[in-house]
């Protein structure tokens, strides 16, 4: 009986649509007991505490004919906003039907997102262990959270859709889909650096290109139609004074990274105003540092299989986080499943855990704190939020440092 039983829960954990079926009722169910709302202009529900409701305030523009990019202008590239747009036209004024409505999309690509955990996974080490990966991954709490909150989930999809093709061997698709990506968020085209160190010349140039055109065709006609919005929309994160990071810290800057109210879009001059400190060390400088640093991994990397290749890719992005004057904690969404992937191991989920903690005690736990104060970490809450900086960018630097590591043994193709 006892041998007969572990078989049976043996087949239940190795049963992928069973884990579908949870993964995508625990969501919901979620979002039943804790229906976003908005009650007195306070965000309440599931939803609360992420950007759901600035979307909201963002897309209500359309009922007055503005639409993104074409009569206000976004930080982040076209597919975003164009997503929420479309989605309020269909839900109309009503917050809880948008926010419902949407979280939906982001559970689409999100089960999306496990899939292709378990996909890469099998490929990196094996069908049980990707399975493995892909219940770690469903229980996970950071892409439960960012759901609800944000757009990540979308962008965490084509990023992983980009390296499952590039570990099969499929480049143009790999290509294609960081093109897209990229109009969701820019991360995604660092998969490139991966393309270049573990493919020909000729091939890492096709792919380049073949990317470079999705993103660049599409940015193009916005340029032609709306060139000062559309230029807002790729440097503003860069006027951005820095914001919860160890620059920050340097430059005495204790506020978050956000813009202002939604109405703040409108006047494309609000783009390229310094809220805070100007940086000590100067974003080019960073940037240099962090090529530097890529150059570095580029060329000491000894790995060729495709376990090296999710690695490149995984320490491509952290350096880029590393290196940018402000953070975000729905990047999560990006660094779980990738860190799972390099490392299906204890240490890789305690890796998780440890950076997810970190993060979510600084936002939202210590952050909302900050209402007496406007929203800047002062007095008793400064050396706390010192102490959380400080020690996500440890974590970071030390996964970092292991990846380093792996791609510095010497493994010339996949066993």
């Known amino acids: 009986m006892t041998k007969r039983a572990e078989t049976g829960l043996g087949g239940l954990l190795g049963d992928f649509r069973l884990l579908l079926l949870l993964f995508v009722f625990f969501r919901l169910m979620l979002m039943l007991v804790q229906m976003p709302l908005v009650v007195g202009g306070t965000e309440r529900g599931v939803t609360a505490g992420g950007d759901y409701f600035y979307y909201f305030q963002l897309s209500s523009f359309v009922r007055e004919g503005l639409l993104p990019f074409r009569d206000w202008w976004s930080e982040f590239p076209p597919i975003p906003h164009a997503l929420t747009t479309f989605v309020f036209l269909l839900t109309g004024a009503n ?3 948008f926010a419902m409505f949407l979280g939906m999309i982001m559970l689409t690509f999100e089960v999306g997102n496990l899939a292709l955990v378990r ?3 099998d490929r990196l080490h094996g069908a049980q262990t990707g399975m493995a990966l892909a219940w770690i991954y ?8 960012f759901i ?7 962008v965490a999809f084509f990023l992983l859709l980009g390296v499952n093709a590039l570990v099969r061997g499929k480049d143009t698709a790999s290509a294609l889909w960081i093109g897209v990506g990229a109009l969701v968020k820019f991360t995604p085209a660092l998969i490139l650096g991966a393309v270049w160190r573990y493919r020909p010349p000729a091939r ?3 792919a380049t290109i073949t990317a470079g055109a999705v993103f660049g065709l599409v940015y193009l006609a916005l340029f032609i139609q709306y060139p000062e919005n559309t230029a807002a929309s790729l440097t503003a994160q860069f006027n951005k004074a820095s914001y919860q990071t160890v620059w920050a810290l340097i430059d005495g800057n204790y506020r978050t990274g956000n813009f202002g109210s939604a ?3 409108l006047d494309v001059a609000n783009a390229y105003i310094l809220t805070g400190n100007p940086s000590v060390v100067a974003g080019l400088v960073r940037l240099g540092a962090a090529a530097l640093l890529g150059l570095f991994v580029f060329t000491q990397t000894r790995r060729r299989d495709s376990k090296g290749m999710v690695a490149f890719v995984t320490i491509a992005l952290l350096i880029f986080f590393l290196q940018a004057q402000g953070w975000s904690p729905q990047w999560l969404a990006q660094i779980v499943p990738l860190v799972l992937l390099c490392f299906p191991t204890r240490t890789g989920v305690l890796m998780v855990l440890m950076l997810s903690l970190v993060v979510f005690v600084e936002y939202p736990f210590l952050w909302l704190r900050t209402g007496d104060t406007g929203g800047v970490m002062a007095g008793a809450l400064l050396t706390p939020f010192i102490v959380l900086v400080v020690a996500r960018t440890l974590i970071l630097l030390a996964i970092c440092g292991a990846l380093f590591g792996m ?6 193709s996949d066993s």
């Open 95 to 97: 917050f809880t039907a």
């Open 138 to 145: 469903a229980v996970t709490f950071a892409p439960l959270v």
């Open 119 to 121: 996909s890469i996974g």
């Open 148 to 154: 609800w909150w944000n757009f990540e989930p979308l």
């Open 204 to 206: 890492a140039l096709s």
């Open 407 to 412: 791609l510095r043994r010497s493994v010339l």
């Open 263 to 265: 109405f703040e879009r």
